[in-house]
Each structure stands twice: as C-alpha cells, then as structure tokens.
C-alpha cells in the first residue's frame, strides 16, 4: 500500500455521526495496526546543573530555594577539610574531614574534582552522583569558579554550567560585609578574587542576576533553564 493511502475496502464512518470508539477502531483498521501509547518524545536525561559564581552572591540560598520548590533534584554534598560554621551540619552542608581522610579518597579516584581553596581542600565525591543520576534525579552542584573550570574540562558539554552573580560590585561587597565571618584581611582578599571571578562569566553556558530581595525570581530563571534543557531534543549524556 502506497503511504498515506489506505485501503478501499475499509470503511471509516464521517466524524459527525461515529462515536470516537468507532472512527478510533476504524482508523486503526485504515493503517493496519493498532496505535502505540508509547511516548513519542523520549524521556529526558538527568542532568548535571553546576551552580558557581563569587563568594556572597547567595549560591546557597538559591540551591536551597531550588530544593524546596523542585521535585527529582539531588544536591551534591561537597567533602571538604575546612572546619564547620555556625549552624552547619556534617553531611548535610558539606562532609567535613581530616586532610589524612580527604587524601585517602583522592589515591582512591573517588573524587569528580578537588582543588586548595583559601588553605583548604574541597572536592566532589563520584558515588554520589552516580547513586542519584541512577534514580533518574538532577545533580546539582556548588562549586567555585575553579572547581567549576575543572568540572568544564572533565564534563566538557555534558553538564549545564550556571554563573550567579549579585546586581553589582557594590551589593557584593554589602553582602560579604553581613555574612560576619570574615576579618578585614580576608574580606579584602574575597572582594579582589571576585573582581577576577566575574571575568570568567563567558566560559559560562546561563548567568543568573540574583538580585537583593528577588531570590524567587532567581530560584524560578534556574528552573527555566533545567526545564529548557530538558525539553532540547539533542540531550546532554552524562558519563562518570
């Protein structure tokens, strides 16, 4: 049968007198097989979303935000040897450890990426993601702009990378200033790292302006950029 000709000898009722049960078994006859339920489209990967941008523009309240308004998301705990802050918790904010503890997992290969940050080591455990993306869940990552360049050249294209930045310099240095956690001597030298860090913009695929007072406008642009990359027909395969 030619395509899009159907048999003669088929009769398909007119669609003004046919229930929808019988023009709907009448067409299957018409092409000679039923029709699928299957999904036309395949389901969507899982994605890694890397989060990064300077120190004060709120990565952690917007990840937490993103958190509590979104379904199917992991949030990657980062190992680190830094000592805990005020009201953090040990598995939740970061896994916090021994340098001789966080040596160990790097000459077992377990970490993504790692980097010395301000006199500390941080990095990414591999298992994690793994367990998660498995479960068909988003990853999500908080990285700095040095971590987020390693995890660039690791994943290359296959991740979605995310720059936050704060409305200007200004508001940034306003924000480091209420944190309190700083002295001066390392409040100077926060302020002149970011200066640099925002240079690295470009190497970025979305930046998000997370405004002063607007973290749900934010938390909602970085739940239109999962969603847009969700709905991409080439999708992004991840490999870890």
């Not at 990565?59 to 992991?74: S, Y």
């Not at 200004?170 to 001597?185: G, M, S």
């Not at 642009?221 to 991409?232: C, F, G, N, Q, T």
Request: charged letters at 30%; a neutral charge.
């Amino acid at each position: 049968m030619a395509e899009g000709r159907r048999p003669t000898h088929v009769h398909i009722p007119p669609p003004e007198t046919a229930t929808k049960a019988e023009l709907y078994r009448a067409l299957e006859a018409a092409v000679g097989s039923p029709f699928s339920s299957d999904p036309l489209a395949p389901d969507p990967h899982p994605l890694i979303i890397v989060v990064s941008g300077p120190s004060g523009v709120g990565k952690d309240a917007v990840i937490k935000r993103l958190r509590e308004v979104r379904e199917n998301i992991h949030f990657v705990v980062t190992a680190t040897t830094r000592g805990k802050r005020i009201g953090e918790v040990d598995g939740k904010d970061y896994f916090f450890m021994s340098k001789d503890e966080f040596l160990g997992m790097i000459e077992r290969h377990e970490l993504l990426e790692y980097a010395l940050v301000y006199g500390d080591y941080k990095g990414i455990p591999k298992q994690q993601i793994r367990d998660h993306m498995a479960k068909g869940l988003d990853i999500v990552l908080r990285v700095d702009i040095q971590g987020a360049a390693t995890l660039r050249r690791i994943l290359r294209n296959s991740a979605v990378f995310v720059f936050l930045v704060a409305e200007s310099e200004d508001a940034l240095v306003k924000r480091l200033i209420d944190r309190k956690t700083e002295t001066k001597e390392t409040l100077l030298v926060r302020i002149a790292t970011a200066r640099e860090e925002v240079k690295h913009m470009e190497e970025f695929d979305y930046v998000v302006v997370n405004r002063e007072g607007e973290l749900e406008n934010s938390v909602k642009l970085v739940e239109s950029i999962i969603d847009a990359e969700k709905a991409k027909v080439r999708q992004r395969t991840v490999t870890i």
